[in-house]
T-cell receptor
Framework: AQTVTQSQPEMSVQEAETVTLSCTYDTSESDYYLFWYKQPPSRQMILVIR??????QNATENRFSVNFQKAAKSFSLKISDSQLGDAAMYFCAYRSLGLNDMRFGAGTRLTVKP | EAQVTQNPRYLITVTGKKLTVTCSQNMNHEYMSWYRQDPGLGLRQIYY???????DKGDVPEGYKVSRKEKRNFPLILESPSPNQTSLYFCASSLDPFYGYTFGSGTRLTVV
C-alpha cells in the first residue's frame, strides 16, 4: 500500500528565511499526483501546491516551491521569505490514478520566529 | 462563495448516542470524502463517494455510515459512537481528485 512519510514532526524558521519540509512516499505506480496542504490554527485545510508525477518541472506558487525527485520518491516543500502567517501544520499527500483515496503524511508543524 | 459546509463545528456526546455530521458542497462536485485527523497519524479516509448513490469504504470505515442521496450532501453517521471515535473530522469534495480536495472547516467530536 502506498504510504507517505514526513520525518520532521516539527520545524522552525526565522522570519524572512527559507525552510524546507521533507516528504517521501512509497509507491509502485508511475502516474500519480502529490500535494502539500497547510493547516493553520483555524484548522482549515488549504491546498498549497500540486505536482503531477509525469511533469519533470517542479511546481511553484509564489514563495512556495517543491523539489520533486521521482526516482528517490521525494517531494519536499520549500518556503522562501517565511512569514508569520506561514506558521501551520503542513501535510504532504499522494494520490495515484487507481486509488480512490488521498493518502496523507503525519504532518510537520512549522513555527515561524519573528 | 464556493465552499464545503460542515456542521457542527464542535460536538460533545455520550457513548452510544447516535449522531450525524452534515456536509454540503455548492460546487457541483462529484467526488466527496470523509477523513478523520488524529495526532501523529495525519488524515485517514473513512468513506468516499464518486457520485450519487455510489459510496465505498476507505481505510477506517468501522463504526461509520454514509449516504449520498443528493450530489451536494454527504452526511457522516455514527450509529453508536465510542470514545475511540473522538477525533477531528473533515469532509472534502472535488470535481476531480487529481486537482486536490476542497475541505470543510472540520468537526471536533468528543465522545465521553
Amino acid at each position: 500500500a502506498q504510504t507517505v512519510t514526513q520525518s520532521q514532526p516539527e520545524m522552525s524558521v526565522q522570519e524572512a528565511e527559507t525552510v524546507t519540509l521533507s516528504c517521501t512516499y512509497d509507491t509502485s505506480e508511475s502516474d500519480y499526483y502529490l500535494f502539500w496542504y497547510k493547516q493553520p490554527p483555524s484548522r482549515q485545510m488549504i491546498l498549497v501546491i500540486r505536482q503531477e508525477a509525469y511533469k519533470q518541472q517542479n511546481a511553484t506558487e509564489n514563495r512556495f516551491s517543491v523539489n520533486f525527485q521521482k526516482a528517490a520518491k521525494s517531494f519536499s516543500l520549500k518556503i522562501s521569505d517565511s512569514q508569520l502567517g506561514d506558521a501551520a501544520m503542513y501535510f504532504c499527500a499522494y494520490r495515484s490514478l487507481g486509488l480512490n483515496d488521498m493518502r496523507f503524511g503525519a504532518g510537520t508543524r512549522l513555527t515561524v520566529k519573528p | 462563495e464556493a465552499q464545503v459546509t460542515q456542521n457542527p463545528r464542535y460536538l460533545i456526546t455520550v457513548t452510544g448516542k447516535k449522531l450525524t455530521v452534515t456536509c454540503s458542497q455548492n460546487m457541483n462536485h462529484e467526488y466527496m470524502s470523509w477523513y478523520r485527523q488524529d495526532p501523529g497519524l495525519g488524515l485517514r479516509q473513512i468513506y468516499y463517494s464518486m457520485n450519487v448513490e455510489v459510496t465505498d469504504k476507505g481505510d477506517v470505515p468501522e463504526g461509520y455510515k454514509v449516504s449520498r442521496k443528493e450530489k451536494r450532501n454527504f452526511p457522516l453517521i455514527l450509529e453508536s459512537p465510542s470514545p475511540n471515535q473522538t477525533s477531528l473530522y473533515f469532509c472534502a469534495s472535488s470535481l476531480d481528485p487529481f486537482y486536490g480536495y476542497t475541505f470543510g472547516s472540520g468537526t471536533r467530536l468528543t465522545v465521553v
